[in-house]
């Protein structure tokens, strides 16, 4: 085996072409919040504080570093049409929102898409991916899915975690990520340059509990005093977050894998690698389904020595709209979606700047779980996320952010089994989880009642935050006669941005009704 894999890398070596287009290696998990070691900062403890990021700590030393890289919208469907089409989620038809919902019989817009990578491979490119897409399949060429080989990393602490021999299962599981890779590579034309994006669901729900501490050593007791201040910092929820990271580690070392391949091929420095994630930490208050920095902050790594200077760190805000427009840039090619996004590469060249950028990002979300709610409605949000400030338009405070209570009632709730594992228990845009569970189990503990408002509360209209005041966003100073003209300014900003751009929910609500809302039934 060892043998006929240097074979597949002296016959690459001989046939690429240095001097050609760079071949692409997207890095996606899925559910990744802004988790790496490359992001730790001694002035504010943070869980980056314990992890160990090898992988994204050398592309990030070795590019540039995104300090504030947002999502279009923090739920995995919406999120990843967004960015291989470099849309604003609400264009984008039946893939705004989770699992495409859409009117049978009115046409779709989504249908009109090309997409990033199938323009690359009509310009000449071998596209291909791994695991998760959570979108059609023609958007990435049906005969492109490369998982012959298996996908064991997608339940990582459960496999390793029942495993008798865990050194033994894990080189199983690196195994079939580096053969999925050379499966793609195989189809390689000589020469030819390829697109590979290596999507794992290691960090979605479900994975083990106490796994973060058995498999990557990561003791829960050192969260203390690290835990994002919209959650009780307890041992229960620390374990949660612990096991969460550990899941992290796991994605950062299939990510080095990868990066060895095509280092090992000698083909790294012609290869835009990027290394990010679709939407925040779930099963966490304000993480997951939550415009607030907790749900759409992602990591964004970059690194292509071609174009990219090295250490380069980026601090003002982007959207991963921007990733469409940045790879097509270095493939000489032009996107035929119209695109809302930017090509980040002249301000990542030497001598770029963050003034060379748009300097903020637009986060919003329409429907995540269908039976969230009784109607089956979305809860519809728009946001603007700038260097100083998070403006938030809630457009039906009325409704349930995290959807109906259910079986959560004044006096009575689920068992915490349940709650850890059947999502539609209660609040269903949160998703299943220890974390959950305990937020439910001591509501009318004292003190509580700012954390169960982070959670799951009902919210005003607007909300507002000052970024160097109030990095974990918990008070909202929309009310504040003090910034009345700042709310005002953002306000304006993203209504004008909505309007131009054709958001569906400026139209009488369009997202509240077919073909955008269609009601599902649930399946016995």
Known sequence: MKFIFLLLVSTLLVHADPKGKPNMLLLFADDLGRYASAYADSKRPSANDIIHTPAFD??????AIFHNAFVSVPSCTPSRAALVTGRHFFRNGSHSQLHSPWQKGIPDPFENIKGMPLTLQNGGYHIGHSLKL???????????????AGQRINNY?????????????????????????????????DGQPFFYSFNPTNTHRLWVKGSGKELWNLNPEDLKGRMPTVLPDVPEIREDMADYLGEVMAFDAACAVLIQMVEEMGELDNTIVVISGDHGIPGFSRGKCNVHDFGSAVPLAIR?????????????????????????????????????????LPALAPGGNDSQLRGWALIGRERHAWRSRADQSPYPI?????????????FKPDRWPMGDPYAVTETSEPTPDRLENDTYAAF???????????????????????????AWG????????????????????????????????????????????????????AFDRAPFLVKEEKKK
């Not at 959570?134 to 012959?148: A, C, D, F, P, Q």
């Not at 003002?316 to 979606?337: E, K, N, Q, R």
């Not at 728009?382 to 809630?394: E, P």
């Open 58 to 63: 050398r592309m990030a030393k070795e590019g």
């Open 134 to 148: 959570h979108m059609r399949e023609s958007i990435m060429g049906k005969v492109n899915l490369y998982n012959k």
């Open 157 to 189: 602490s459960e496999n390793l975690t029942k495993a008798d021999d865990k050194e033994s299962e894990k080189k199983k599981i690196f195994a079939e990520v580096r053969q999925n890779f050379r499966d793609f590579l195989s189809k390689r034309g």
């Open 304 to 344: 292509w020595p071609q174009k990219i200077a090295p250490q380069r760190r980026v601090h003002v805000p982007v959207s991963l709209i921007d990733l469409t427009p940045t790879f097509l840039a270095a493939a000489g090619l032009a996107s035929a979606d119209d695109p809302d996004g930017q090509s980040l």
């Open 382 to 394: 728009r946001a603007l996320r700038t260097s100083q400030y998070l403006y938030v338009k809630n």
């Open 428 to 454: 269903p845009d949160m998703d299943s989880s220890p974390t959950k569970a305990w937020l439910v189990r001591h509501r009318h503990d004292s003190g509580m009642e700012k954390f169960i408002a982070y």
């Open 458 to 509: 009902k919210r005003p209209e607007e909300e507002l935050y000052s970024m160097s005041e109030d990095p974990h966003q918990t008070k909202n100073l929309a009310s504040d006669p003090a910034y009345s003209e700042t709310l005002k300014t953002l306000r304006d900003q993203l209504m004008s941005e909505l309007k131009a751009k054709g958001d569906p929910r400026l139209v009488n609500d």
